[in-house]
């Protein structure tokens, strides 16, 4: 799989504003990052399909649209991720 020169840089929590609308994405974002930094090390390299990998997908898109739109595309990510799909690249739109 070849993987674009220039892609978006994980976002940071600490540049998210800590507004009434941004709090429910708080505790989900806090989860992958725990998730990513824990199990995940366990898992084989090169085991994700896409590029980028699903937990950082769902990062993005919880951090980019929100809890609810982000969590759906997340999910519906982790669902498309199988022997059946290619994978490749699949950046957050």
């Not at 600490?14 to 429910?24: E, H, Q």
């Not at 090169?46 to 898109?61: D, K, L, V």
Request: aromatic share 10%; with cysteine.
């Amino acid at each position: 799989m070849e993987v674009p020169e220039h892609s978006d840089p994980e976002p940071s929590l600490r540049d998210l504003p800590l507004t009434l609308g941004n709090i429910p994405r708080l505790p989900l974002l806090f989860l992958i990052r725990v998730y990513q930094k824990t199990l995940s090390l366990t898992l084989p390299p090169n085991s994700c399909r896409f590029y980028p990998t699903c937990s950082h997908y769902g990062y993005q898109a919880i951090y980019r649209h929100g809890a609810i739109k982000g969590t759906l595309m997340a999910a519906w990510r982790v669902l498309r991720c199988n022997p059946f799909n290619p994978g490749g690249y699949d950046p957050v739109p």
